[in-house]
């Protein structure tokens, strides 16, 4: 049964920085391509980071260069950096298995809130 979990999120204000962290069971992770999703109120889930098995990354054009994604496959556990935090940041974050044309492959865990206040 897959598990994806993250945690790390909270109320920061903008321009300070959060730490995301996803632990990821029940599929063989280092085979993975992995991203961080969110979901802002009354919208759909957007890509915003993505990671290859051996480290490949790439990112939305609205967090270049704030957020950095990270992995570590001896520990099934992934890594969003999020600094220069802006409100338009705020949402809920979740990670997933990323499949063809980015479609998360699996069930959505709770996700972790983030909320930068201006």
């Known amino acids: 049964q897959v598990q994806l979990v993250e945690s790390g999120g909270g109320l920061v204000q903008a321009g300070g920085s959060l730490r995301l962290s996803c632990a990821a069971s029940g599929i063989i992770f280092r085979l993975n391509v992995m991203g961080w999703y969110r979901q802002a109120p009354g919208r759909q889930h957007e890509l915003v980071a993505a990671i290859s098995g051996g480290g490949s990354t790439n990112y939305a054009d609205s967090v270049k260069g704030r957020f950095t994604i990270s992995r570590d496959n001896a520990k099934n556990l992934m890594y969003l950096q999020m600094n220069s935090l802006k409100p338009e940041d705020t949402a809920v974050y979740y990670c997933?298995?990323?499949?063809?044309?980015?479609?998360?492959?699996?069930?959505w865990g709770q996700g972790t809130q983030v909320t930068v206040s201006s």
């Open positions: 997933n298995a990323q499949g063809y044309a980015s479609v998360p492959l699996y069930n």
